[in-house]
């Protein structure tokens, strides 16, 4: 079992930043990709940006530009750094592991999940 939780969520204002941590602990795997996706209200969960094993990155449309995902190998931790931050970006924000090189948006893929948290943007 490998367990996420997630932190550094809140309620800010439009243009504000916020920087998100996802920490692992439990089992281990070799190589990895990590996902962070969102769920706003009333609508379904989305990906937004991914880190794979090598480094890579990945970010959704909507939020390339402003958010930056990094990670730190040895804390076993991978960060979401948020800017410019719009209400439209409120949200349940979660992290999940992905026992793969490679990043996908689908949340089936995903093995582990986070229990979330809340991002709230007014204006």
């Known amino acids: 079992q490998v367990q996420l939780v997630e932190s550094g969520g809140g309620l800010v204002q439009a243009g504000d930043s916020l920087r998100l941590s996802c920490a692992a602990s439990?089992?281990?795997?070799?190589?990895?990709?990590m996902g962070w996706f969102r769920q706003a209200p009333g609508k379904e969960r989305e990906l937004i940006g991914a880190i794979t094993w090598s480094g890579n990155t990945y970010y959704e449309p909507s939020v390339k530009g402003r958010f930056t995902i990094s990670r730190d190998i040895a804390k076993n931790t991978v960060y979401l750094q948020m800017n410019s931050l719009k209400p439209e970006d409120t949200a349940v924000y979660y992290c999940a592991v992905r026992n793969s090189d490679f990043a996908s948006s689908r949340e089936s893929d995903y093995n582990y999940w986070g229990q979330g948290t809340q991002v709230t943007v007014s204006s």
């Open positions: 439990g089992r281990t795997f070799s190589r990895y990709s």
